[in-house]
């Protein structure tokens, strides 16, 4: 058993990675280092699924965020060429009321965590949660599980019909369809 | 100090606010997207946290859905923007002001 | 309990004198031993990249009619430790315009990505790193990394040349990664487990107990599986990522000494995981015939020590034939072109190994495992196996006869040592 500081240390590293990789994805001014920082939140917030006993979801967070949702970002910042961007703020809502919305929720936020669920408790050892997982998706949440299916089958068929608008039907003499300018 | 549930929830929301103040104030809209899979990652943390906190697998159900959700939003939204990108030339949310052209 | 336990708790014994369950710092101890137990597999990629890279350059010569290196040693053995202090000695560049943290990080990711999986390679019967219960999932989620990795060199080196091989790769490692998980899934169906272990441990020494010759259906898996992970590997026919004719050399043509190295290490560093990984999930692993993992593991002492040994060695030759495979193909093979390329995947190899899945579950539920059924469908397989294998030996004997009359023609003697000439 790895002893308290230990413990606690593992996971202020993973907590500050995440954190630290989030302020930069929405701060930082080049956004292709936005990007790449996002990776280090997702390995921060894997990290502490494994703290805390959720392997199976820390693995999956790996294979789906880093190897697809930032594959797929980093593909559209490359293919959009104005990557520099001059300006931080957003003129149509500006600094002043975005800060009023930050501390109003972060007030709310921290009351509901101390206040609501406040003290430390000792949680209980983990187990593999594999076949746990497994047993509840194919029992008690099969419906959200189908759901979930024809949902990703949706977006297949509407990200096809998006991209593949541009694509013309193959000429006669079989080349492949070309983009339009 | 011992590592708790508070620990889990504090860290979630400061991520989760991070999230929110970036969608507020960037104006690109990849960034943007990127802001939403910030607080995405926020609540996941809470579900898990809470699950371990309960003993009960239900939260890692739902974290997984959520998983599912956020990659389908980022397909969607980025073959959006790829095409918005192919006509106007710029993913600015502000470039992004008129419903024809 | 695994080797590092033993090992930890036999250090803690021995010379702390103290009781592993009771002592405090047994955590200590046993990262310490973690620690070891990782710079070793470290080590053993190193030297098993080296004499490696020796060997496919005098293949690819053999095969080309050229020799290939032979100055540095007897017969150019030492080749790569020239090569390693030559790259080690070279000015570490950065390009004026590259986008320097960028450009500096990639190589350490790819490595990161490349070296993680070594966490859950089953070496051994007890020689594992990390046995995680989620094994074969973590394997293709830390490749990931490397994705990302790739993607950052050809970013941050702002070159075009490098930018095209970054892309060109991460979109052929995020394709080609759906059909290998679908056929790893179809081992993860038989085998009931996602742990590295686990699963060596559902198949048994001999060949008809392997999972390649269990069904049909695994048979198939198996070489969609080979396929998928050469261009995961970035490997010849699928290398189009570094096509030395089209974009120079990819997303590592501006990187040079230690950081070039890094890319190779992890480029050899795949090819061993890519070998490992079908050992151990369709080839039976470490597996030894006649001996179960429960006598193994009953063991003590030395004898312990060698049934470890053993099963290594097992483990070693299996994978180490299948590098060789992975050379030979690379030397054999022209290159695709792009669109042939995605074609290949996702018209073929994923509908394919789709249908892999859904037979191999057709098959668990209809053929009871240990009845008739099963038997003649393991043994219908273990002859096609061999019926493969005897063909291709076949190939190879008629190919190096005519290559001996033609020898014999030219120089007026015999060819001495078949079929890789050292002249």
């Known amino acids: ?181 | 100090m011992e590592v708790g549930l508070t620990h889990y929830l504090l860290l979630a929301a400061a991520v989760f606010l991070v999230g929110m103040v970036g969608f507020i104030v960037r104006r690109n809209t990849l960034i943007m997207l990127m802001c939403v899979e910030l607080m995405l990652s926020a609540a996941n943390l809470v579900f898990v946290a809470f699950s371990r906190e309960l003993g009960d697998e239900a939260g890692h159900v739902f974290v997984l859905m959520n998983f599912a959700v956020a990659a389908a939003e980022v397909a969607i939204g980025l073959a959006i923007l790829m095409e918005i990108f192919r006509r106007r030339r710029s993913v600015d949310a502000d470039d992004l002001n008129t419903l024809m052209e | 309990m695994n080797i590092i336990q033993h090992v930890a708790n036999l250090l803690i014994r021995s010379v702390f004198h103290a009781d592993p369950a009771s002592w405090p710092w047994t955590w200590l101890v046993q990262a310490v031993v973690i620690g070891i137990a990782a710079f070793l597999a470290f080590a053993f990629v190193a030297i098993f990249a080296g004499p490696v890279s020796w060997i496919e350059r005098r293949i690819a010569g053999r095969i080309q009619s050229r020799i290939g290196p032979n100055r540095v040693g007897p017969q150019g053995v030492l080749q790569w430790l020239a090569d390693g202090v030559k790259c080690w000695l070279k000015e570490d560049l950065v390009p004026a315009a590259a986008d320097r943290p960028l450009f500096l990080a990639a190589p350490y990711l790819v490595f990161t990505g490349m070296f993680g999986a070594f966490v859950v390679l089953p070496f051994g019967a007890q020689v594992v790193a990390a046995d995680l219960n989620v094994g074969i999932l973590y394997l293709l989620a830390i490749t990931s990394l490397v994705v990302v990795g790739l993607l950052m060199a050809g970013w941050g080196s702002n070159s075009k040349w490098a930018l095209f091989g970054g892309v060109r790769s991460a979109a052929q490692l995020v394709s080609y990664e759906v059909p290998s998980a679908f056929s790893l899934l179809c081992v993860v169906l038989l085998a009931g487990t996602l742990s590295t272990q686990g699963i060596v441990a559902a198949q048994g020494g001999w060949p008809w107990d392997w999972f390649i010759f269990r069904n049909p259906f695994m048979f198939a898996a198996f070489f969609l599986y080979f396929t998928a992970a050469i261009a995961e590997g970035n490997r010849t026919p699928f290398d189009l990522p570094e096509a030395e004719s089209e974009i120079v050399a990819g997303y590592n043509i501006e990187y040079s000494g230690m950081r070039f190295l890094f890319f190779l290490f992890a480029e050899w560093a795949n090819i061993w995981i890519m070998a490992a990984i079908s050992a151990f999930a369709f080839l039976g692993g470490w597996q030894i015939p006649g001996i179960a993992p429960e006598q193994i593991a009953a063991t003590k002492g030395w004898e312990f020590v060698g049934w470890q040994a053993l099963s290594w060695t097992i483990f070693l030759v299996k994978a180490t034939f299948l590098v060789f495979v992975v050379i030979q193909i690379r030397w054999t093979l022209p290159r695709l072109r792009v669109d042939q390329l995605m074609i290949t995947c996702w018209k073929y190899l994923v509908p394919l190994s789709m249908l892999m899945v859904l037979g191999v579950l057709v098959l668990l539920a209809l053929v009871p495992e240990g009845g008739g059924a099963d038997t003649i469908l393991r043994g219908a397989m273990v002859g096609l196996g061999l019926a493969v294998v005897l063909v291709s030996a076949l190939r190879v004997r008629r190919t190096f006869r005519v290559d001996r009359e033609h020898y014999r023609e030219m120089e007026g003697r015999d060819l001495w040592y078949p079929p890789y000439r050292l002249p």
């Open chain 1, 1 to 181: 058993m790895i002893p308290e500081p230990v413990r606690a240390l593992l996971f202020y590293l993973c907590a500050g990675l995440a954190l630290a990789g989030g302020c930069w994805v929405a701060f930082a001014r080049n956004i292709v280092h936005s990007a790449f920082a996002l990776l280090a939140t997702f390995a921060g917030v894997a990290g502490l699924y494994a703290f805390l006993s959720a392997d199976f979801l820390a693995v999956v967070q790996l294979m789906i965020y880093v190897g697809g949702v930032l594959v797929l970002i980093l593909f559209a910042l490359m293919l959009t060429s104005r990557i520099e961007e001059a300006r931080v703020s957003n003129p149509t809502i500006g600094l002043v009321p975005g800060a009023v919305v930050l501390i109003a929720v972060s007030a709310l936020l921290v009351y509901a965590c101390v206040k609501e669920f406040g003290g430390t408790t000792d949680l209980p050892p983990g187990e593999p949660t594999t076949a746990g997982i497994g047993d509840a998706l194919l029992s008690r949440y099969v419906l959200p599980f189908e759901v979930i299916s024809v949902l990703l089958l949706a977006v297949l068929l509407g990200a096809v019909t998006i991209a593949g608008g541009r694509l013309r039907k193959p000429a006669p003499g079989g080349k492949p369809g070309k983009e339009r300018p």
